[in-house]
């Protein structure tokens, strides 16, 4: 049986990898040390004994007992309200994290797959993005400390491929949307449908002419197993390149949710973006990969699953653990 190791398991993305994983008949280690992560995510594989939980944060040492095969470094806040409430974990977790997770790697003889993000593009000049472009990114604007960390972690992921022949692979991950995202991270998907929810009106930042390309969970995971399963370590964008514009997407969570709300315009946080599509062509010839589910389609199954949280749920601000870390 394989042993795979997941970091960020209560996450978003990493409680769904979890999943696929298990599915796919692997024994699986899932770290998270709860900053923005929530056991909710997980619950339904603790009574599972292929699955076991650590609650760990990977910036530190990371020991692991026995075998591993393959490493999945899942672990980082990854909204933009994240990074600027934990902007120092948000820069430990993608480079003292990665850091260790390699070293685990090299230790255990494991494949490891990074977590990457399309911010590596940052503000992009070339439209869609190719995975050959260096990218347009602020180091010392807001979205920095995400952006260089994700950054110095493809720089690091490929020096233990060439000098120490660790096998690697990166996925550069494009807006991402589905069930267990967390209704209140302040990302525009979640946003809407809770403001839709509560009967308040759909805050558009800027003027709504900036585009975004929204991949649903499953195709995401998908193209995650395929990317690890092959032999390719260079770069690779994945994500849904069906672009649109923040303003269509508004009008789209309107129609969905039947709400009477209206839009209203709030000022466009800095540096945010102006354009963002993955160019696929490599995931499409090296993986044989492309997302399967419209947007239509995904994002009826994630209205589903936000109306189905409680009301204290969905009128809470926030339900993370920042203020614990902020503290120490
Ligand atoms: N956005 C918005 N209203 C919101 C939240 C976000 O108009 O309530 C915009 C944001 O300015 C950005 C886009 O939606 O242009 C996507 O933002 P998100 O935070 O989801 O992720 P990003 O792709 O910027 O990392």
């Not at 690697?168 to 949307?177: E, Q």
């Not at 044989?288 to 419209?294: A, F």
Request: charged share 25%; net charge negative; glycine share 8%.
């Amino acid at each position: 049986m394989k042993r795979t190791l997941i970091t960020g398991a209560a996450g978003f993305l990493g409680s769904h990898l979890v999943k696929k994983f298990l599915n796919e008949g692997h024994y699986v280690i899932g770290m998270d040390n709860l900053i923005t992560g929530s056991l909710k995510n997980i619950e339904e594989f603790q009574s599972n004994e292929n699955f076991e939980f650590q609650n760990h944060d990977v910036s530190k040492f990371v020991e692991i007992d026995g075998a591993l095969d393959y490493i999945l470094h899942f672990a980082s806040p990854a909204s933009p309200i994240d990074y600027l409430k934990i902007p120092i974990q948000t820069l430990k977790v993608s480079s003292y994290g990665a850091h260790n997770l390699l070293g685990l790697a090299k230790e255990k003889s494991a494949r490891i797959i990074v977590a990457s993000t399309s911010e590596v593009y940052g503000d992009p000049l070339v439209h869609p993005q190719v995975e050959e472009y260096y990218g347009n990114v602020n180091p010392v604007g807001p979205r920095g400390v995400y952006d260089e960390a994700k950054r110095y972690m493809e720089a690091v992921t490929m020096a233990y491929n060439t000098y120490h022949g660790v096998e690697t692979r990166i996925v550069r991950i494009f807006n991402t949307y589905g069930p267990k995202m967390r209704l209140n991270d302040g990302r525009v998907l979640p946003a809407f449908i809770g403001q839709a929810l509560r009967g308040e009106d759909l805050t558009i930042f800027g003027d709504g002419s900036q585009t975004r390309s929204f991949c649903y969970v499953d195709d995401l995971v998908d193209g995650i197993h395929k990317l690890l399963m092959s032999d390719y370590s260079q770069p690779v964008n994945i994500g849904n390149p069906s672009e649109i514009t923040i303003s269509q997407f508004a009008e789209e969570i309107i129609k969905l949710t039947g709400t009477t709300q209206k839009v209203c315009y709030e000022d466009l946080p800095v540096n945010d973006p102006k354009q963002r599509k993955p160019d696929i062509t490599k995931a499409q010839s090296i993986l044989n990969w492309e997302p399967k589910v419209s947007r239509e389609e995904g994002l009826k199954i994630t209205y589903e699953y936000f109306k189905s949280l409680s009301v204290e749920e969905l009128n809470k601000k926030e339900h993370n653990n920042f203020d614990k870390y902020i503290l120490k």
